[in-house]
């Protein structure tokens, strides 16, 4: 509200009513930025250095700066609930659009319970007691996978789990690695890799079952477990058949030959895909169409670059003979595997861009914000970084300024 007298500014009254709605406005959207933030956690490394320090044996040398851009959307907070909504709607249709590349006469449902299943991480000790023997066999081949961390979190009793558990000193002090013994941060329990997928029956010890979370006496725990009967059978039959594996000579070798063989056509597949979903996102072209069916009109880039692949590519043509022939249902070329193959590279693209920016001994960090077409705000986030010093044949100095662009 102004005054007659021309006055600029609100009066007190009138910003006393506005304060309630801004900090109303505040209050939503508070923690916003957090969803685009990964929290790391700390390791104990001995080797803490600043990002402004700097090497004066380095001084006269000339550098590499290098410009990486991250955008940042806006989030719209008076539309929280709408927005996911349509987001919940969008994947559902997302998801049902994986079937639309067959032909009509196929079973819609059973094709959605194929392409929607969520296919379990056989690396992960809490999806051990469900596993199939097929699963269990390349668990078994390719064997536990370790999380790189040194320390699990604290306990009621004030302990956690080490990572030189991983290890035993023998009585010659010769250091041996316990291959068998899986750490589990998300449950803070550890697990013997050996006994929990081969176990006949019921096994003594939480190692074997539910795991161990009890750090005071861990290390008796491990001792008693790994000198036991049940964990020497175990990790006897896990070693041999793993020697069998890569020697090829199991009871099946003829089908294990067989199922290398379409693991190979699988990977040659997928990476086919991906070239595509690559040269799609560097290009900025629309990846489908009004039509999400195999050599009809409109169907989009996607498809049609698959099509123009199976009249030169041996595999993609095999692949596409399978789809048509009603011989796989897993097909692997709807939207939902399409985003997928965008995150994931995405995320290695981020990943190797803090790696680079990590390393660089300087930094700085920009920010700045303009609307787009559709009149929303964006932020990008530009981090300008030094690179490793370089010299030329001629010990002449060069200099080389790079941009990159990666949206978050």
């Known amino acids: 509200m102004h005054s007659s007298s021309g006055r600029k500014y609100d009066s007190g009254a009138f ?20 969803k685009y933030v990964v929290i790391v956690p700390q390791t104990n490394s001995g080797n803490h250095t600043s990002d402004g320090n700097i090497d004066d044996g380095h001084d006269d040398n000339a550098v590499e700066v290098e410009v990486v851009t991250a955008e940042i959307h806006e989030v719209d907070h008076g ?37 929607n299943s969520v296919q379990p991480d056989i690396f992960d000790p809490r999806n051990w007691d469900g596993l199939d023997p097929k699963k269990i066999d390349i668990l078994l081949q390719k064997g536990p996978k370790r999380e790189d961390i040194e320390y699990g979190p604290y306990d009621k009793f004030s302990r956690r789990f080490s990572a030189l558990s991983l290890s035993r000193i023998l009585s010659n ?37 539910e795991g161990l979370s009890d750090w005071i006496h861990h290390g008796a725990r491990i001792k008693e477990h790994e000198s ?53 996102a560097e290009h900025n072209i629309a990846f489908r169409g009004s039509n999400s069916k195999l050599y009809q009109e409109s169907n989009g880039n996607f498809l049609g670059l698959v099509e123009l692949l199976a009249e030169f590519d041996p595999v993609i043509k095999e692949h596409v003979d399978r789809i048509t022939n009603d011989k796989i249902l897993d097909h692997y070329l ?46 990008p986030l530009i981090i300008i970084s030094i690179e490793k010093l370089a010299f030329q044949k001629h010990w002449k100095l060069q200099k080389k300024l790079h941009m990159r662009w990666i949206f978050i």
């Not at 900090?23 to 508070?30: N, V």
């Not at 927005?83 to 049902?96: F, L, R, S």
């Not at 190797?352 to 920010?367: D, G, N, P, T």
């Open 15 to 34: 910003k006393c009513k506005k304060k309630p709605k801004l900090e109303e406005d505040a209050q939503i959207q508070r923690g916003a930025l957090d």
């Open 79 to 115: 539309h929280g609930d709408n927005a996911q909504e349509d987001e919940v709607a969008a994947t559902e249709i997302d998801e049902g659009n994986d079937v639309n590349i067959l032909d009509e006469d196929h079973d819609p449902n059973i094709l959605d319970d194929m392409n």
């Open 173 to 209: 002090e010769e250091k041996f690695d316990r291959e068998w013994l899986v750490y589990n941060n998300g449950l803070d329990k550890a697990f013997c890799f050996c006994c929990k997928l081969l176990k006949r029956g019921h096994v003594i010890g939480q190692l074997a079952n």
């Open 228 to 280: 036991s009967r049940e964990h020497i059978t175990n990790m006897t039959a896990w070693y041999d058949f793993r020697l069998r594996m890569q020697k090829n000579e199991t009871i099946d070798k003829v089908a294990q030959r067989e199922l290398e063989k379409e693991k190979e056509h699988w990977r040659k597949v997928l990476l086919r895909i991906l070239l595509i979903v690559k040269f799609l």
């Open 334 to 379: 709807g939207p939902s595997i399409q985003n997928e193959l965008i995150n994931m590279l995405a995320i290695a693209i981020r990943s190797r861009i803090i790696e680079k920016v990590k390393e660089a001994k300087y930094f700085s960090v920009i920010l700045d914000c303009t609307p787009d077409a559709s009149h929303q705000e964006q932020m």
